[in-house]
């Protein structure tokens, strides 16, 4: 039975090694199976005569003298081992023809090798990394199968990207002050910039498949496999390795459509198990060293926070601000803690974004900020005398825009309670703006900058230093402008969180579980409420006349007659 053969087209594999690359190797056997056009008549055999056989011996020299390319070959092929084609032998021995370096470097080569008796291999033959083939082979390379596909403006963009490892220079100090963007790069720039991040060195096993007489011509020359190789020890091979799914078959084009095989197999020399042993010591050995460097980073012990204590961790963003008159925003935000909260020194509880162009996003003009922060904070419980609920900490934020002139306006307060629930949070806050009366102020406003501002940002909610019992704002004048949006990753560490009662299950807040704290909030809820009812019914008995209420405490009091 026939043994069944691939199609070269088949899929590649991924492989993935620790060992340098250097030792990979390829075994690559290739063998003419078979013509599949009609048989061409032989030439006679030479006549008998006084001169058959001397016309015999000329062509039996003739056969010995000229090299017929075997109809079977197999080399080994290490990474990127040059291996030259008939083409590049008679292109490189000519001096003249050799322009770059790498040129003139294969010239010498093929001396040395017509010196040593000639190459060994016949058809099969390689391509480097830094041979022609590859930057074509990657410029030309299709995204489909069609013979007649037409390729995208991006395809031809993309073209010009060579996933190469490149030598880049350091850049200076001075430099880097003096150029940090290039406003009008040229398609120079852009070709040797725009270049991806991930390594990537290629080659390609190759195979000339011409009849005899015709090798070196670049028509017969087929990819038999390609292997790409990247920084992170990540191996490409397609077509894969042979293994025990069959060889693969490549039919040429032409009269007698000849059919070939060929097999890939991985030659790599086998690890001893000695040394595969004393490898596995080593990394066992590195790893427990880098689990030692870890712990003593984090030490032997969860960091814990103390009993009665609560630590907030906030990874915020200031994502947008959207619906504002001007352009050119910019956020500055701060955080107040109120009594019983704290944070440590080196934490920062105010900043400034950058400043932003506004962008049409349907019917608002929106800017996108993305400015990330983040906030640490520390919730100590008190003495559970106190009267005073424990409040969360407010982050204020006010929204500035600024022109050519460098002139600021003022276009918005807001004000936000951090959220007391763990997890995501999207939170979008509408802002407002003092306003004056009458047009002069706007035209103010509109040439000259500044507008009416407050002294104090808290003024947007209740002050921390207002002591009386009533704030008053009658005749305050503000305007709703635009909002901002936030979003805020919260996370929240106690050791409260460890209990297992079944009086954590009614708990509806992270402050019930601070031990003791719910009592004392329930306890102060039912008497505040108790001692509003008292309030409002004494209000409501002073309002009623004196007569009524002494009828109806008579009523009350007098006794029913049998």
Not at 430 to 437: C, F, G, I, K
Not at 464 to 476: M, V
Request: hydrophobic share 35%.
């Amino acid at each position: 039975m026939a043994e069944p053969l691939r199609s070269a087209e088949a899929g590649g594999a991924v492989y993935r090694s620790r060992d340098p690359v250097r030792n990979l190797r390829l075994r690559v056997r290739i063998q003419r199976l078979t013509s599949g056009g009609p048989l061409l008549p032989q030439a006679p055999p030479p006549l008998a005569g006084p001169r058959g056989p001397e016309l015999l011996g000329l062509a039996e020299r003739a056969a010995t003298g000229a090299r017929r390319p075997p109809d079977e070959e197999e080399a080994e092929v290490g990474w990127q081992e040059k291996l030259f084609s008939q083409f590049e032998v008679d292109l490189y021995q000519n001096e003249s023809a050799c322009q770059t370096p790498l040129d003139r470097q294969y010239h010498e080569e093929i001396l040395k090798l017509e010196r040593a008796g000639g190459r060994k291999n016949c058809r099969i033959f390689t391509y480097t990394d830094h041979d022609r083939f590859t930057n074509l082979e990657e410029h030309c390379q299709k995204v489909t199968d069609s013979d007649h596909e037409v390729p995208s403006y991006l395809a031809e963009r993309m073209a010009n990207v060579r996933r190469r490892r490149q030598d880049r220079r350091p850049i200076e100090a001075s430099s880097l002050k003096s150029k940090i963007i290039t406003w009008e790069p040229s398609e120079e720039f852009i070709k040797n910039s725009h270049v991806i991040n991930t390594p990537v060195q290629t080659m390609y096993i190759m195979g000339d498949l011409g009849p005899y007489g015709k090798l070196g011509h670049r028509e017969y020359e087929h990819v038999l496999c390609t292997i790409k190789v990247d920084g992170n020890g990540v191996i490409t091979v397609k077509p894969d390795f042979t293994g025990t799914k069959g060889a693969y078959r490549i039919e040429l084009d032409g009269e007698k459509r000849e059919v070939w095989k060929y097999t890939i197999e991985n030659a790599s020399v086998q690890v001893q198990p000695e040394e595969e042993e004393r490898e596995q010591r080593v990394f066992r050995d590195l790893y427990s060293r880098h689990r030692e460097y870890l712990s003593g980073l984090v030490g032997s012990e969860f960091e814990m926070t103390l009993p009665g204590t609560l630590r907030l961790f906030v990874n915020g963003e200031i994502v947008s601000a959207q619906g504002y008159e001007y352009d050119n925003l910019y956020v500055h935000f701060f955080v107040e803690l109120p009594n019983q909260w704290s944070s440590p020194a080196s934490q920062q509880l105010s900043g400034v974004t950058q400043t932003c162009a506004t962008k049409a996003v349907g019917w608002d003009n929106v800017a996108h900020f993305c400015y990330p922060f983040t906030l640490e904070m520390f919730f100590t419980q008190g003495d559970e005398s106190e009267d005073s609920l424990p409040q969360w900490p407010v982050l204020y934020f006010e929204v500035l825009s600024l022109d050519f002139w460098q002139r600021y306006r003022v276009e918005g307060y807001g004000s936000l309670v951090l959220p007391a629930s763990p997890g995501l949070h999207m939170l979008t806050i509408r802002t407002w703006r003092p306003v004056e009366l009458g047009t002069v102020a706007e035209l103010r406003r509109f040439f000259i900058g500044g507008s009416p501002e407050l002294e104090d940002i808290t003024y947007v909610r209740i002050p921390s230093t207002f002591k009386g019992e009533r704030l008053s704002r009658f005749g305050f004048r503000t305007e709703t402008t635009g909002s901002v949006t936030f979003r805020l990753y919260c996370l929240q560490q106690s050791k409260a969180f460890l209990e297992t009662s079944a009086l954590r299950q009614r708990m509806q807040s992270v402050l019930d579980r601070l031990g003791g704290f719910s009592q004392q909030s329930s306890v102060y809820n039912v008497l505040e409420a108790f001692q509003r009812a008292r309030r409002r019914m004494q209000e409501a008995r002073e309002s009623l006349p004196q007569d009524l209420i002494g009828t109806s405490a008579s009523t009350v009091h007098q006794p029913q007659e049998p």
